[in-house]
């Protein structure tokens, strides 16, 4: 009875998201849940929350073309499971997604305990996208009137976030107690 | 007089089992993940019995011990009252099931990190990723660096 239930469920299922799918792809926002969701675990697991790598085993995935995606979930041993869950307008979702994340500027900024100072050069008038960690036991607060309108942007310990922005020829400085990052726009 | 024996026998080693014997590991995981059995595998040949249980969404299990979801991983163990996300090394396990600790409700490697167990080359060190314990307020620290 529960089978027979659960095949019910599952033809519903595939029926609403097959319609969804054909209304939508493909879609820079679906691909991103998407991203956060797949399988459970979502991209996110071993690529960072925001394809950014993140020091995981994934790596940075950002620019991943529709191809790209194919040959790893049919080669990559720890993907191949994944595959058969993702259908060809997932695929095509999730290199939207991608595809759009490889035209912005990625800037990372890892706000920890050690003292820490590096500096990064970007363009400027193109879209950058500032992804930052909190690697701290703490809340975060920081001000970044240069990047955004909001007053304060909020972390919570070990959270990240991104904030994207379209950068003025200058230099911007980043500061949260020792660690600092300086923005040199071209 | 052998029923004096039996008796003493069977107490030992009802004690030898209950002193050295590592408890059931309880184990949720996607079934699409292929990295979650290799941090199984090495539980198991540091003698836990590892009960797995594929599932798509466990997120009540990790509700229950009050984990944020921003040290999310792949897997989610529950282990003798404690809970355990992703790649954490055995030994620090081992040591959280010696101390009990009172004030956390388990460790997480959040992520997947590229030298943690399951995810390192065998006999490669494991570094550059932090372990970290939670609360059921969902406040973290610092459990161990690598």
């Known amino acids: 009875m529960n089978s027979v239930k659960n095949l019910i469920v599952g033809v519903l299922f595939s029926l609403v998201s097959l319609t969804a799918q054909a209304e939508t792809s493909p879609n820079v926002e679906t691909g991103m849940q998407l991203f956060r969701t797949a399988g459970g675990y979502g991209c996110v697991a071993c690529h960072g929350q925001f394809a950014n790598g993140a020091g995981n085993v994934g790596g940075n995935i950002r620019g991943k073309t529709l191809n790209d995606i194919d040959d790893s979930l049919a080669n990559e041993p720890t993907m191949q499971l994944l595959a058969s869950t993702l259908s060809n307008s997932d695929r095509e979702n999730l290199a939207a997604y991608l595809e759009a994340l490889g035209q912005i500027t990625l800037v990372e900024w890892t706000i920890e305990e050690t003292a820490t100072s590096s500096t990064v050069t970007i363009e400027a008038d193109s879209t950058a996208q500032l992804v930052v960690f909190n690697k701290l036991f703490e809340p975060v607060e920081l001000s970044l009137p240069q990047l955004t309108s909001e007053k304060t942007v909020q972390l919570n310990p070990y959270e990240t976030k991104a904030i994207d922005w379209t950068p003025s020829k200058g230099v911007i400085t980043l500061n949260y107690n020792q660690s600092h990052l300086t923005i040199d726009v071209k | ?146």
């Open chain 2, 1 to 146: 007089m052998k029923t004096l024996l039996k008796a003493i026998t069977l107490s030992a080693l009802t004690f030898s089992f209950s002193v050295f014997a590592k408890p059931t590991i309880e184990l949720y995981k996607s079934p699409t993940c292929g990295c979650c059995k290799e941090w199984a595998a090495i539980m198991e040949e540091k003698g836990y019995e590892v009960n797995v249980h594929h599932q798509n969404d466990w997120s009540s299990v990790k509700k229950q011990f009050g984990m944020p979801n921003q040290l999310m991983s792949c897997h989610t163990a529950v282990i003798d009252g404690y809970m355990v996300e992703g790649h954490v090394p055995e030994s620090d396990i081992a040591r959280l099931l010696t101390e009990r600790p009172a004030n956390i409700s388990g460790l997480a490697a959040p992520g997947m990190p590229q030298h943690s167990p399951g995810m390192a080359a065998p006999n490669q060190p494991y570094k550059d990723f932090n372990v970290i314990a939670f609360d059921k307020s969902g406040k973290l620290s610092l459990y161990k660096k690598y």
